[in-house]
C-alpha cells in the first residue's frame, strides 16, 4: 500500500520592509529600530553641527553688519572693563542707557541752527537679575540743576554740552550711573518707523496742529490704525492739550509698546536689513556692536515681563515740572537699583574723609541722605588714602551700587555681613579732585 507523498513544507515569510510601522506588542521592528537609530546618528553628526553654524553665522552676520553701519562715539569715557556684557552675547548685570532726541532750532530767517535741545530724554535699565526692562521718561520741561550752568529745564543741557553734559545732568538728578547712550536726531524716529514698516497704534483722539514756522503739520483721526514714519512722530510730539508735555510723554510710552511688540512678532525679520540700515543712519551712540546686539536679544528674550513704563513723578508748576523728590527716590531705588527705601533707611552708612580736603564727608553725606540714606554719620581718618573704597556689609549689590554712583569712582570691598547692615565709605584724594570741583547738591 503505497503512502500518499507529504506536502512540501511551506516557505518561511519574507521580512517586513522597513517602513518604519510598528510591530505587534507596541515596539519597532530590529530593522526599523535600526534605522532610526542610523537617522538619528546621521542627524547627531551633520544636522546640529548645521543648526549651530547656521545660527553662529546669523548672529556673526548682524554683528558685521552693525559694526559696520553704526557710528560708535564717545560723548563720556567709558569704563575699562564692563562686566555687563558677557560673551556670547549675554547680559549678566544691570545697564543703563540714556535715550536722547533732540530737535530743531530755527533762526529769525528760519534758518537750521547748530544749537538743540533735548526734546525727548528717556533712562532705560536692562536688568538681567529680575528679567525685565524699565523706562523713565523725563519731561523736557523738568526743572534740573545744569552744572556749570545753574537750574533750568532739563532740555537745556543738550544746547549747553551735547550728550555729555545732558547724561551729567540726569545723574546729578537721580543719583544713577549712565554710562551710554543713544541720541536720535529730528528726523532718524521717522526713518526707523518707516524701514519697520509702519506702526500699529490706537490713536486715542483726533490730532491737528499746524506749525508754520517750524513747518510740519499734525493730522490723525482717533482710532487703530497704522502710522507711516511722519505720523508715528506727530503722534508723539503732539502736546497741544490739558496735559501738554506730560500728555506727550504717555503717548510715547503707548508708542513704545506698540514698537516692541512689532519688533517681537516674527514677520519684523523680513525688514531686519532695512531696520538695521536706518538704525546705523540715524543714530548717535557709544555703544559697541556686540553691547547693542546683546542688548536686542535681552529684550526679545523678556516677551513675558512688560516694559516698566514711568515718568518722573512731579507736579505742574509755572514753565516747570517740578520733580517731587520723595516719590522720585522711591521710583528710582526700586526701578535701577532693586532696593527699598526701608531697606535705605536701615542700613548705617559711615562717611569717612581720608581726602585731606576739609568738608567732603560732610557734601558726601548730605548727598546721601538726599538719595534717601537716613542714618549716615561722617568721620576724619588719621591716615590719608589714594583710592576711594565702599566696604560692604550688607550683602545687597543694588545697595553698593547706588552709594557708588554718588561717587566719582570707587573700589568695592566687600566683607562679612552685619546686623545692622553697614557701608563704610573711604574718601581718598581721588575723589577730592573731582568732588571739589563740581556741587554734589541741587541749587536752593
Known amino acids: ?91 549678566v548685570d544691570r545697564v543703563h542707557v540714556l535715550l536722547i532726541g533732540t530737535d530743531v532750532t530755527l533762526d529769525h530767517r528760519r534758518r537750521v541752527l547748530n544749537v538743540a535741545r533735548a526734546d525727548t530724554l528717556a533712562l532705560v535699565t536692562f536688568d538681567p537679575e529680575r528679567g525685565r526692562i524699565g523706562v523713565l ?39 544713577v550711573r549712565v554710562p551710554y547712550y543713544v541720541k536720535l536726531g529730528p528726523a532718524s524716529f521717522a526713518r526707523i518707523v518707516d524701514a519697520l514698516g509702519g506702526v500699529e497704534v490706537d490713536v486715542e483722539k483726533d490730532m491737528k496742529y499746524t506749525d508754520s514756522w517750524a513747518g510740519y503739520t499734525i493730522d490723525l483721526r482717533q482710532g487703530r490704525q497704522r502710522l507711516n514714519g511722519q505720523q508715528a512722530a506727530g503722534y508723539i510730539r503732539f502736546r497741544h492739550d490739558p496735559l501738554g508735555d506730560i500728555g506727550r510723554v504717555e503717548r510715547q510710552h503707548r508708542l513704545l509698546r506698540a514698537l516692541v511688540a512689532q519688533l517681537r512678532h516674527p514677520s519684523t525679520l523680513l525688514a531686519a536689513p532695512r531696520l538695521l540700515r536706518a538704525i546705523g543712519a540715524h543714530t548717535d551712540t557709544n555703544l559697541g556692536p556686540a553691547e547693542l ?23 505742574f508748576a509755572p514753565l516747570y515740572w517740578e520733580p517731587d523728590r520723595a516719590r522720585m527716590r522711591a521710583l528710582v531705588a526700586d526701578l535701577f537699583y532693586g532696593v527699598t527705601l526701608d531697606e535705605m533707611a536701615a542700613v548705617r552708612v559711615e562717611v569717612l574723609n581720608a581726602s585731606g580736603t576739609a568738608g567732603l564727608a560732610r557734601r558726601v553725606a548730605e548727598r546721601l541722605g538726599e538719595l534717601g540714606f537716613a542714618r549716615v554719620r561722617v568721620a576724619t581718618e588719621a591716615r590719608a588714602a589714594d583710592v576711594t573704597t565702599v566696604i560692604d556689609r550688607t ?28 557701608i563704610t565709605i573711604v574718601l581718598a584724594r581721588d575723589a577730592a579732585r573731582v568732588l571739589s570741583a563740581a556741587p554734589l547738591r541741587r541749587a536752593d
Not at 14 to 41: F, I, K, M, N, Y
Open 137 to 175: 521718561s523725563i519731561p523736557r520741561d523738568t526743572r534740573a540743576v545744569i552744572p556749570g550752568h545753574g537750574e533750568t529745564k532739563i532740555n537745556a543741557a543738550y544746547a549747553y554740552g551735547a550728550a555729555g553734559l545732558t547724561i551729567r545732568t540726569v545723574e546729578q538728578l537721580l543719583g
Open 1 to 91: 500500500m503505497t503512502q500518499d507523498p507529504q506536502p512540501s513544507p511551506a516557505p518561511p515569510p519574507a521580512p517586513a520592509p522597513d517602513d518604519g510601522r510598528l510591530v505587534p506588542g507596541g515596539g519597532a521592528s530590529p530593522q526599523v529600530a535600526g534605522g532610526l537609530r542610523r537617522r538619528w546618528t546621521r542627524w547627531l553628526l551633520w544636522g546640529v553641527p548645521a543648526v549651530v553654524v547656521t545660527v553662529g553665522g546669523l548672529v556673526a552676520g548682524v554683528y558685521l553688519y552693525l559694526a559696520g553701519q553704526i557710528a560708535v562715539r564717545e560723548a563720556t569715557p567709558r569704563p575699562p572693563r564692563v562686566p555687563a556684557f558677557a560673551w556670547p552675547l549675554r547680559l
Open 293 to 315: 546686539l546683546t542688548l536686542g536679544l535681552f529684550a526679545l528674550r523678556v516677551r513675558d515681563h512688560p516694559l516698566q513704563l514711568h515718568t518722573l513723578p512731579g507736579t
Open 395 to 422: 550683602g545687597r549689590r543694588g545697595l553698593v551700587q547706588m552709594i557708588a554712583a554718588a561717587l566719582p569712582r570707587a573700589a568695592i570691598r566687600r566683607e562679612a555681613p552685619t546686623d545692622p547692615p553697614s
